[in-house]
């Protein structure tokens, strides 16, 4: 999520042209210019994709181009929103994209860290009634705060395997793993 403030960027490839590459290179293990690669490398290729971009449809035609030069699976960008997620989903299979995909989700570790990233990057968005939640929290103890934030993330887990086709949740706990655990164990995933 986010782009490092100092990187150049480099237009020799779009996310679609590198995965062709990596493709070549895994599958058939030669590079761009058909030259051979010894022991070429094992990967699963993966795309990222954002269910929150205004408008979707763009965001959707990216899909289907990966798609078609052969992305084993799709991660999105962290969503808050379960509405916003079983839209991105229908319209994705609207279209015919077929690969897995699986939902990123960011606990948060404080109040600042959502208030930053709310603020900060783009196309991230938190309900109001999540943020309520924390903020009310956290005012009574960082111990609250902690539990409510798991309270929260088992609840979207849940309605993510209730109410989705979704493969799967990619859950970034930046700083905050031990929450992990307990967050799985109430939305009753099994690890």
Same mark, same amino acid.
Request: glycine letters at 6%.
């Given at each position: 999520?986010g782009?490092?403030?100092? +990187?150049?960027?480099?237009?020799?490839?779009? &996310?679609?042209?590198?995965i062709?590459?990596?493709? #070549?290179?895994?599958?058939?293990?030669?590079?761009?210019?058909?030259? @051979? %690669?010894?022991?070429?490398?094992?990967?699963? !290729?993966g +795309?990222?994709?954002?269910?929150? +971009?205004?408008?979707? =449809?763009?965001?959707?035609?990216?899909?289907?181009? @990966?798609?078609?030069?052969?992305?084993?699976f799709?991660?999105?960008? &962290?969503?808050?929103?379960?509405?916003?997620i079983?839209?991105f /989903?229908?319209?994705?299979? $609207?279209?015919?994209?077929?690969?897995?995909?699986?939902?990123?989700?960011?606990?948060?570790? &404080?109040? #600042?860290?959502?208030?930053? /990233? !709310? @603020? *900060?990057?783009?196309?991230?968005?938190?309900? $109001? =009634?999540?943020?309520?939640? /924390?903020?009310?929290?956290?005012?009574? &103890?960082? =111990?609250? *705060?902690?539990?409510?934030?798991? =309270?929260?993330?088992?609840?979207?887990?849940?309605?993510?395997?209730?109410?989705?086709?979704?493969?799967?949740?990619?859950?970034?706990a930046?700083?905050?793993?031990?929450?992990?655990?307990? %967050?799985?164990?109430? +939305?009753g995933?099994?690890?």
């Amino acid at each position: 999520v986010g782009d490092n403030p100092q +990187a150049k960027p480099v237009h020799d490839l779009d &996310s679609t042209q590198f995965i062709y590459m990596i493709r #070549k290179i895994v599958d058939e293990g030669v590079d761009l210019a058909g030259k @051979k %690669i010894h022991n070429p490398p094992k990967f699963h !290729v993966g +795309a990222a994709a954002n269910p929150n +971009a205004d408008p979707l =449809e763009p965001e959707v035609y990216k899909l289907i181009r @990966k798609q078609n030069v052969g992305v084993d699976f799709i991660q999105t960008q &962290s969503t808050y929103d379960i509405e916003v997620i079983k839209r991105f /989903l229908k319209e994705v299979d $609207s279209v015919g994209v077929k690969v897995p995909i699986l939902i990123g989700v960011t606990p948060f570790k &404080s109040i #600042k860290m959502m208030e930053w /990233l !709310v @603020k *900060f990057v783009p196309g991230i968005t938190v309900p $109001s =009634e999540i943020q309520e939640r /924390l903020y009310k929290a956290r005012k009574i &103890s960082k =111990e609250k *705060f902690e539990d409510e934030n798991i =309270e929260i993330f088992s609840e979207l887990c849940r309605e993510i395997r209730k109410t989705t086709n979704a493969a799967g949740i990619h859950m970034m706990a930046i700083g905050f793993e031990w929450v992990v655990p307990p %967050i799985l164990e109430r +939305a009753g995933i099994k690890v």
